[in-house]
């Protein structure tokens, strides 16, 4: 299993961001899969989650209303649009699956998957 993401960068506040995570080595089927990120001395932080089973999503209160999380069944990619962003979601950002879970998930639970990709860094300017 193999998760490289991508679309990383340096952005201004209020700008936006797509990124990327190419899946590998398994197919989203049974999985489910999402994005955290982790700030310099902070705890690692759910962001979205696309339920394998359902195709239900969770996401953290911090990006309601701006991020949209999708993906490419066919491709076995992983989107995370980013918009009106903000300095404080400026963090390394990475994807990570795994076997879909039975019942309601939490968004707390991306952060313990256990296939994870390298992280791609946000920079936000103010």
């Known amino acids: 299993v193999q998760l490289v993401e991508s679309g990383g960068g340096l952005v201004q506040a209020g700008g936006s961001l797509r990124l990327s995570c190419d899946a590998s080595?398994?197919?989203?089927?049974?999985?489910?899969i999402g994005w955290s990120r982790q700030a310099p001395g902070k705890e690692r932080e759910g962001v979205y989650i696309?339920?394998?089973?359902?195709?239900?999503?969770v996401y953290a209160d911090s990006v309601k209303g701006r991020f949209t999380i999708s993906k490419d069944n066919a491709k076995n990619m992983l989107y995370l649009q980013m918009t009106s962003l903000q300095p404080e979601d400026a963090a390394t950002y990475y994807c990570?699956?795994?076997?879909?879970?039975?019942?309601?998930?939490?968004?707390?639970?991306?952060?313990?998957?256990?296939?994870w990709g390298q992280g791609t860094q946000v920079t936000v300017s103010s």
């Open positions: 990570a699956a795994d076997l879909a879970a039975w019942g309601p998930i939490r968004i707390t639970a991306v952060t313990v998957y256990y296939y």
């Open positions: 696309i339920s394998g089973r359902a195709g239900s999503t």
């Open positions: 080595g398994f197919t989203f089927d049974g999985y489910d």
